[in-house]
């Protein structure tokens, strides 16, 4: 693929020397048993989500137990790449002691991965950037720690499974409420039938709201916009379309505009679907090869200026065993099991059953058990370091992902679609089959 241009003589691109430098932590740090060498992580988008996501791998990495280091970044915005660099410095001056840790600078992702001594990447682009940037991480052979959803499209999703088993290389999904225990125990007691044979599960998911100011104006100094826009069709940039701009010394990172605009995403269906959706398919088991067969969804499109993604909806969908799958709009965001015996509701921060003994009964021996994990950053790094699969693999990400963007095509045909998840694709439906994927802008094509 041929190189952009960088101006800015390479957006200001700090000496690789932040790569090139010993990756070891002192011993006073990581404790007497310290390995010998620390994974260094590349950060591929350092906006709100990004931010919080290197600040994670900052904490675990300093401890003891997988040590890393965040040693570069990589971003389009050059006031939210600067801002990242001084906050990991001041990171690790407080926490390591004197001397200059601030991390390189990259503006083009490739040329990230291409340093020498990388061992791992954490994505936090925008959802149209995934698929373009973790395939390439596969292929340079780095770990990656991917933000949900997956992949834009459904057929991206299929391409980066195939690259990351392809290159053997480890992918966590950020779908973190696998490593939720109140989360994993709602599972834990579907999958052991606690509630008998299962019959519906019901996911809700919060709206969508707000309208999304049409001004155009130049793009700001510093921010590749034709780059940020990637894959998708050349439109004239507009703040409210992207991400709020710095106005002063440190980067705005309100909620971005992006997250409510068909061409980057495909709204609450992904952007918290993606979550409970996980979950629903975590509980009825499958989650890494199956999914429903049949579905029909209707949602509200009114409008917003810039903001195109659905607001309310509904879908019914069914699974091959007769389990009726419901995602609606609602609150609070979290996912209802339930069963012959009763059922058990589940969100962040909260899970309770009816009746409320369901959650006291001992797991039957031969029960399915779960994965476990307690931490999923950490989770990801260890993983990383013993080069084996994550509690959230690709594919399982893949497939919670699929279930989203299966949903969305259902709204937007606004007809019942059968599904064959083994093929992944519509049985008898052409129409439904060419929303899978879509035509990615040259020179970003897969």
């Known amino acids: 693929m041929k190189r952009t241009k960088l101006s800015r003589r390479r957006f200001l691109q700090v000496s690789g020397a932040a790569l090139a430098a010993p990756l070891v932590l002192p011993s006073r740090i990581l404790g007497t048993r310290a390995p010998s060498r620390t994974l260094a992580i590349g950060v591929i988008g350092c906006g709100r989500q990004g931010t919080g996501d290197f600040k994670q791998v900052i904490e675990v990495g300093l401890g003891a137990e997988v040590p890393a280091r965040v040693v570069a970044v990589c971003d389009l915005d050059e006031s939210r790449a600067l801002a990242a660099r001084a906050v990991i410095g001041d990171i690790y001056s407080k926490k390591v002691g004197a001397g200059d840790h601030r991390p390189a600078i990259f503006r083009d992702y490739r040329e990230l991965l291409e340093k020498d001594g990388l061992d791992a990447v954490v994505i936090s682009t925008p959802d149209h950037w995934h698929a373009l940037n973790a395939i390439a991480a596969a292929e340079a052979k780095k770990g990656i720690y991917l933000q949900k959803p997956l992949t834009y499209s459904h057929r991206e999703g299929q391409l980066l499974v195939a690259a990351v088993r392809k290159h053997g290389v480890t992918l966590q999904v950020g779908s973190q409420q696998r490593s939720d225990?109140?989360?994993?125990?709602?599972?834990?007691?579907?999958?052991?039938?606690?509630?008998?044979?299962?019959?519906?599960?019901?996911?809700?998911?919060?709206?969508?709201?707000?309208?999304?100011?049409?001004?155009?104006?130049?793009a700001p100094s510093g921010f590749d916009y034709d780059t940020w826009l990637g894959p998708t069709a050349a439109v004239?940039?507009?703040?409210?379309?992207?991400?709020?701009?710095?106005?002063?010394?440190?980067?705005?990172?309100?909620?971005?505009?992006?997250?409510?605009?068909?061409?980057?995403?495909?709204?609450?269906?992904?952007?918290?679907?993606?979550?409970?959706?996980?979950?629903?398919?975590?509980?009825?088991?499958?989650?890494?090869?199956?999914?429903?067969?049949?579905?029909?969804?209707?949602?509200?499109?009114?409008s917003r200026g810039l903001f195109t993604v659905h607001t309310k909806f509904r879908a019914v969908g069914r699974y091959a065993d007769g389990v009726e799958l419901i995602q609606e709009t609602g609150e609070p965001a979290g996912v209802r099991f339930l069963g012959e015996r009763g059922s058990i509701f589940?969100?962040?921060?909260?899970?309770?059953?009816?009746?409320?003994?369901?959650?006291?009964?001992?797991?039957?021996?031969?029960?399915?058990v779960?994965?476990?994990?307690?931490h999923h950053y950490r989770n990801w790094l260890e993983a990383v370091r013993d080069r084996k699969d994550p509690i959230c693999p690709v594919e399982v990400g893949h497939r919670s992902n699929s279930l989203c963007i299966i949903t969305d095509i259902a709204m937007r045909t606004g007809r019942k679609l059968r599904w064959d998840p083994k093929a992944e694709r519509f049985e008898n439906d052409s129409e439904a089959d060419a929303l899978l994927d879509y035509t990615h802008r040259a020179p970003w094509t897969l």
């Open 181 to 218: 225990a109140r989360f994993r125990d709602a599972c834990q007691r579907v999958r052991a039938g606690l509630l008998g044979k299962l019959q519906r599960i019901h996911v809700f998911l919060p709206p969508d709201k707000g309208q999304g100011d049409p001004k155009v104006s130049p």
């Open 236 to 302: 004239p940039y507009a703040e409210a379309g992207v991400h709020p701009i710095s106005k002063g010394t440190k980067p705005d990172f309100g909620r971005p505009g992006w997250l409510q605009i068909r061409r980057y995403c495909l709204g609450m269906i992904t952007g918290w679907g993606s979550h409970m959706n996980d979950i629903a398919q975590w509980g009825h088991g499958g989650d890494a090869d199956g999914g429903i067969v049949e579905i029909e969804a209707s949602a509200e499109y009114p």
């Open 346 to 368: 589940v969100q962040r921060g909260k899970i309770e059953a009816d009746p409320p003994e369901i959650l006291k009964d001992k797991i039957p021996d031969g029960a399915p």
């Open 370 to 374: 779960l994965a476990t994990s307690s």
